[in-house]
């Protein structure tokens, strides 16, 4: 049976000053030694200052978007290497809220997760399905179509990580119950198999994302195919983040 390391990642989103990078220091006290894999994905404005401090511990960095080029006119925008430049090894590429905020298309984000992986980090592809979609029982045709879209032929176990975030549990304090997420994953596992075949299909790991707390974590890790999550809100202190780490670890 395939092994796959799991993974705790942090979404910072648009939240977190230089004064916040304290948190790395108490994450790393907490967890010298984690027996899974911790990364966290601040805004760009801390990515270089955050991957210094995270330099001699295991927390890994990451971006949360960047443009598909690598380089030239896109103001505003990061390409692959300047996030790599920066320290990081994973960039966060279709969060929903990126989906809905900037119109990201499943295409765009294919191109991006390409970039990603051309230039040697993780792609972490976010798909989830709407509120609207899930109750008009849509939930398994939204996700294959923006997994099959989204994601790039050469994908390895290496370079991506899928993150299914049903975009109704972001932020809210829902969640879906324990089977309609091990449904998803187990969707998404048999997807990934019949697209890049059993080693990576198998290999590929599986976070879950949406409103996962210190006291929901035990029971979202214990699902099937669930292995790690992505974690917004409950990522900024490391007072929150540390005991989903132990939860993940336990698992
Ligand atoms: C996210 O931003 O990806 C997320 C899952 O947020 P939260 O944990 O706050 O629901």
């Known amino acids: 049976m ?4 799991k993974l705790a990642a942090g979404n910072w989103k648009m939240n977190g000053l230089g004064a916040d990078l304290d948190q790395i220091a108490r994450l790393d006290a907490a967890h010298p030694a984690p027996g899974c894999e911790v990364l966290i994905c601040p805004p760009a404005t801390l990515l270089e ?4 401090a995270a330099r001699g511990t295991a927390i890994m960095t990451g971006a949360q978007d960047c443009h598909p080029a690598a380089s030239g006119a896109h103001t505003g925008d990061l390409s692959v290497a300047m996030i790599a430049d920066a320290g990081a090894s994973h960039v966060i590429v279709g ?3 990126r989906r809905a905020d900037h119109g990201e298309t499943s295409a765009d984000v294919r191109a991006k997760a390409e970039a990603v992986m051309a230039g040697g980090l993780v792609a972490l592809i976010c798909i989830g399905e709407t509120l609207d979609e899930r109750e008009a029982g849509r939930t398994l045709e939204v996700i294959g ?7 790039p032929d050469g994908a390895g176990a290496d370079t991506l990580v899928v993150a299914y975030e049903p975009v109704w549990a972001i932020g809210t304090g829902r969640i879906p119950t324990l089977e309609q ?4 994953h187990g969707f998404i596992r048999a997807e990934l198999g019949a697209r890049f075949g059993g080693e990576t299909g198998a290999g590929v790991r599986i976070l879950y994302g949406g409103s996962v707390k210190p006291g929901n974590a ?3 890790f214990g699902v099937d ?3 790690g999550a992505l974690v917004g809100g409950a990522s900024l202190k490391a007072e929150d983040f540390a005991p989903i780490i132990a939860a993940l670890q336990e698992s």
């Open 2 to 5: 395939t092994k796959r390391r």
């Open 49 to 52: 200052r955050m991957s210094a």
């Open 95 to 97: 969060h929903s809220e």
């Open 145 to 151: 179509t923006q997994l099959r879209d989204s994601t």
């Open 181 to 184: 997420i091990a449904e998803v």
């Open 218 to 220: 035990a029971e979202i």
């Open 225 to 227: 195919n669930v292995d």
